[in-house]
T-cell receptor, first 114, second 114 residues
Framework: DQQVKQNSPSLSVQEGRISILNCDYT??????FLWYKKYPAEGPTFLIS?????DKNEDGRFTVFLNKSAKHLSLHIVPSQPGDSAVYFC?????????????FGTGTLLAVQP | NAGVTQTPKFRILKIGQSMTLQCTQD?????MYWYRQDPGMGLKLIYY???????DKGEVPNGYNVSRSTTEDFPLRLELAAPSQTSVYFC?????????????FGEGSRLTVL
């Protein structure tokens, strides 16, 4: 049972345009949602997170939106740059757990074309 | 500032061999994790630890063992390697539960079992 889903395996965007990456989840007990970025042959690096009590969090060019009624979140990158080309993982943390165990989606490969 | 360090980066094993993936972190984090990533899949949690001497199973623990004798080190042991264990393994650490659930990842260890 995939609790965190990224239905788009890949996305191609022109430099300067907006990139929108989507993520759906099924467990209403998740209390934090995170986005990680991964370059080839490197470990994932944290990008941005959002608490389940918020509907938007912004950090520079990156904004995450959370729609709890739809169990959907999205990551917006504006403007997109070639260096943003990477795999983006959506992840969620279960409220009430003893650790920061995260459940990850399958990832979306973003290609930003110059 | 090393963060999370994993060794080896690459390894080829024969079926039935055993090996240990090493992981050490210098951030004084109590929580540590082992994830595996298979092609086209998200990261799956193998084992985790909330402190020295305390470990617990994640989603996919079969065929693996861990130990946590110090805060810094969290080795992952593969006994009787099987082709299904061909994967990229990531070690991660995090501070105590709280905040946004951010994990800090190592660069990964690519294991091939032939």
């Amino acid at each position: 049972d995939q609790q965190v889903k990224q239905n788009s395996p890949s996305l191609s965007v022109q430099e300067g345009r907006i990139s929108i990456l989507n993520c759906d989840y099924t467990n209403s007990m998740f209390d934090y949602f995170l986005w990680y970025k991964k370059y080839p042959a490197e470990g994932p690096t944290f990008l941005i997170s959002i608490s389940s009590i918020k509907d938007k969090n912004e950090d520079g060019r990156f904004t995450v939106f959370l729609n709890k009624s739809a169990k959907h979140l999205s990551l917006h990158i504006v403007p997109s740059q070639p260096g943003d080309s990477a795999v983006y993982f959506c992840a969620a943390r279960n409220y009430g757990g003893a650790t920061n165990k995260l459940i990850f989606g399958t990832g979306t490969l973003l290609a930003v074309q110059p | 500032n090393a963060g999370v360090t994993q060794t080896p980066k690459f390894r080829i094993l024969k079926i039935g061999q055993s090996m240990t993936l090493q992981c050490t972190q210098d951030m004084n984090h109590n929580y540590m994790y082992w994830y595996r990533q298979d092609p086209g899949m998200g990261l799956k949690l193998i084992y985790y630890s909330v402190g020295a001497g305390i470990t617990d199973k994640g989603e996919v623990p079969n065929g693996y063992n861990v130990s946590r004798s110090t805060t810094e080190d969290f080795p992952l042991r593969l006994e009787l390697a099987a082709p299904s264990q061909t994967s990229v393994y990531f070690c991660a650490s995090s501070p105590e539960r709280g905040g946004g659930g951010e994990l800090f990842f190592g660069e990964g260890s690519r294991l091939t079992v032939l």
